[in-house]
């Protein structure tokens, strides 16, 4: 284990991260409250089992050719940073930087924002809790986890395979339950309603939206590969895994679903586990379900925690953003300016903040550079053919190109259904700008 030579420490971060650890992120990361609320959203939208499994799985299929993608990329560039350093390589460092801005500004901060809102509203379902203790626990959540993680990427590793295990093991004792105890048959294309359409297209591409929403965070073990003990064998491996298994878990849970209630149902709820389980089991069982939304939420948060000050501290090692960024604790080896100030922001934007907003802001910014990155492959696969790729992608070229046209897709109708939300995401793109050229120039001045 080497010293990065570009490092402006001569600390550097442990590499502490073997694939069941890297997995455990993944699928922690990525499985929030998306699986327990949005079945109802989805079943507004399409009438019939088939469809809804359909675009599961179609969401899981773009998910993976997204990870496949970043598997390529990150066997060829196996350091911390991630999707940050993949830009940088293929466009430069501008784009780089501003997705860092963006990450730390909006896009990793809100959805932790997000997630910690979520976090509150369903533990104040738990405990009697006013509004303003909600949102008060949401930003101490922040900062408990965010203290775990300083203390050094072990702690923060052990309590995320511990969240992703309860979690799994949740949502499979949900799953085998309604399997095993549902009475009503599976029809996969019988029409919900006497003038209820068997599919729509513009029902699918929403649907398809709030989906791929459900599968976000699958990139971000991107961002710590370089704490990982084989990175270059192990982040594609982990990547294809992690993000294989949520596509399982989502599909076979569905089924679960509709083995106990009507597509009716379904869209009338918004707690569909919860309503699963209390037809089998009664109250209690139903009220159950809001402990296991606050443990799936935990892992969530935990590993965006732990993810996003690899980027900010990998971006400070290349002279690209603020070289206190690159400050590694002596004792814990993490980067602990970077933690507590993405902690300290996440928390303001927590308290301040409604899901729905955070939501909003987030999911526009972060799928423009979700398709820059993955682009990246066919860019570097055309101007450097020659570079070292231990991981070579299946199906190229049609892998990236697929992604990449989802991502336009998403983009676009965002641009059209919510321009308030976008403007505010290019505006945070857009602030990054001078902030880049400002910091250049003083890094030029203190290299002359």
Known sequence: MSKDATAPSSLYLRQEITLPDAVAIVVGTTIGSGIFLLPSFIAAQLSSLGAVLVVWIAGGILTICGALSLAELGSMFPGSGGVCVYLQRAYGPLPAFLYAWSLLLMIHSGSIAALAVAFGLYAGQI??????????????????????????????????NAVATAKIAGLAAIIVLACARGSRPIHLFQVAGSNANLFSLGGFGVALIAVLWAYEGWHVISFVA???????????????????????????ANLGYYHVLTHSEIQDSNAVAALTMRRLFGPVAGASISVLIVVSLLGSLNGLVITGPRVYYAMARSDHSPRAFSLIDERYRTPMLALIIQGMWAAVLAVSGTYQQLFTDVIFTAWIFYGL????????????????RPFMMPGYPWVPILFCTAALGLVLSTVLGSPGGASIGVGFILAGVPMYFILARRHRRAAT
């Open 127 to 160: 405990l009697p809790l006013s509004p303003l203790q909600e949102k008060l626990l949401s930003a101490a959540c922040i900062l408990a986890l965010t203290s775990i993680s300083c203390l050094g990427i072990r702690g923060g590793k052990l309590l995320q």
């Open 226 to 252: 370089g704490e990982m003990k084989k990175p270059k064998l192990d982040l594609p491996r982990s990547l294809f895994y992690g993000t294989t298994i949520v596509m399982l878990i989502y599909v076979i």
């Open 373 to 388: 990155a993955v682009a990246g492959v066919l860019v570097l696969r055309r101007t450097q053919p020659r570079l070292q």
